[in-house]
């Protein structure tokens, strides 16, 4: 068997319920729940459980999720299952980040519910995001360098489906632009902000304040970072890497690609949904993925490494 990599999703991921099954069955999950919830003055259980208006809105996305995914993967630690890598895409690094003991879980979420509340005020009125298929990066990049205002890739997520971003009217204008240019769809994402633009560098340069006061440690498991696309095994640039990630493109795609040139072949998508292995799919239907969201995925799991 080759080597396995642990991934965790980003925003979208999102559902009402997620992980209740391990917060009401094992008392590891619980402990990562109350641990986010102290650290951030916010009920995660009852945002992530219960129906609410704040699960989508990204300051309380971004915890929910990212709380969810850490007690799934405290779960997975104690049956004794290690990664060789981790990845994760945008807000997933901070699950990545978590795999790879980076920085105490306190921290993680005290930091993670900062990005969230600096991107949400960024830019709170006239951004866009949307999803281009069925056209290649360059001719992509390049239509967006010819509209007037901002705009830009934030994802490339997998070979046919790349996400842009920026400002509202660039979007647009770059969207009929690439349907023109061929592209099969453009589809407007429901987000609540140009996400991975330029517009949002003062939200990077806000966390890279907050970063100052966490001790971060070097990762006890290699790990992808979204802005290059490579391999981080030293904290030397983790903060600014950090930084950066919040207006910088998603190369999820080369992510993939770097984690099969290092042998891994099984991946673990830890959290909500299975968005991660229909992008893994699509740049290799060749490799394995393990979806973990409901504890009875752990049998799975457990069979398979």
């Known amino acids: 068997m080759g080597k396995i990599a642990f991934l965790f999703p980003g925003q979208g991921a999102q559902v009402t319920g997620m992980g209740k099954d391990f917060y009401d069955e094992l008392d590891s999950a619980r402990e990562i729940y109350d641990i986010a919830s102290k650290a951030t003055g916010i009920d995660v259980a009852d945002l992530c459980f219960n129906p609410n208006d704040n699960l989508n809105i990204t300051e309380y996305t971004q915890i929910a999720l990212l709380t969810t995914e850490v007690a799934i993967l405290q779960v997975i630690r104690n049956l004794g299952i290690k990664p060789d890598y981790c990845a994760g895409l945008s807000l997933g690094e901070y699950g990545a980040l978590a795999a790879a003991d980076v920085m105490s879980n306190e921290d993680l979420f005290k930091v993670i519910r900062k990005r969230g509340l600096y991107m949400q005020e960024a830019y709170p009125v006239g951004g866009a995001m949307m999803a281009v298929l069925g056209l290649d990066a360059e001719t992509i990049k390049e239509a967006c360098d010819s509209i007037d205002g901002v705009v830009s890739i934030a994802n490339d997520n997998c070979p046919g489906q790349i996400v842009i971003t920026g400002e509202e009217k660039a979007v ?134």
């Open 172 to 305: 647009a204008a770059a969207g009929e632009l690439l349907s023109s240019k061929g592209a099969k769809r453009c589809i407007p994402l429901k987000v609540s902000g140009p996400f991975h633009s330029a517009l949002l560098e003062g939200a990077g340069k806000q966390l890279a304040d907050v970063l100052k006061d966490v001790e971060v440690k070097d990762p006890t498991v290699p790990y992808i970072c979204n802005v290059e696309a490579d391999v981080v095994n030293s904290k030397d640039n983790i903060k600014e890497l950090l930084a950066k990630q919040v207006s910088s493109p998603v190369r999820f795609r080369e992510s993939i690609l770097k984690l099969k040139e290092l042998g891994v072949t099984t991946f673990v998508e830890i959290g909500p949904g299975k968005t991660l292995a229909g992008f893994i799919k699509k740049t290799d239907k060749d490799l394995t993925v393990i979806n973990v969201e409901k504890i009875e995925d752990l049998g799975k799991l457990t069979a398979t490494v």
